[in-house]
């Protein structure tokens, strides 16, 4: 799942609508609709997005949210480690390698190492 999907997700199980319901609106299969929930298919595009932004009719803080994670939501992310030290070509090869065997807690760790950098 990303984190895209997953608040899409939270959205419209919120508001009670079906991925049915909500494909049919949005004039995209429910298959697609729940290949992007499920993170199965890559960051959804700009007008996309806007759809669904106007969908559920939020505003502000929250569609700059929904903006935000689909901007880091790319399932099949490439990571190009050039003129980069080798420690960090070699951490990008290890997490490739590892992410599928590490805890919940592990990356949630891993994550706010990063995101709270100084």
């Known amino acids: 799942m990303t984190p895209f999907g997953e608040k899409v997700r939270e959205l419209r199980k919120e508001r009670g609508i079906s991925q049915k319901q909500m494909a049919k609106k949005l004039a995209i299969s429910s298959a697609y609709l729940s290949a992007l ?8 595009s700009w007008p996309l997005i806007q759809q669904i932004i106007s969908f559920f009719n939020i505003i502000w803080d929250e569609a700059e949210e929904l903006e935000s994670l689909a901007r880091i939501s790319h399932p099949r992310i490439v990571v190009n480690t050039s003129g980069l030290s080798a420690e960090a070509t070699e951490l990008v ?10 805890k919940q807690s592990q990356i949630e760790e891993m994550l706010n190492i990063i995101k709270n950098k100084d």
């Open 37 to 44: 929930e499920h993170g199965h298919r890559g960051r959804p």
């Open 93 to 102: 090869n290890l997490l490739n390698r590892e992410i599928r065997n590490m």
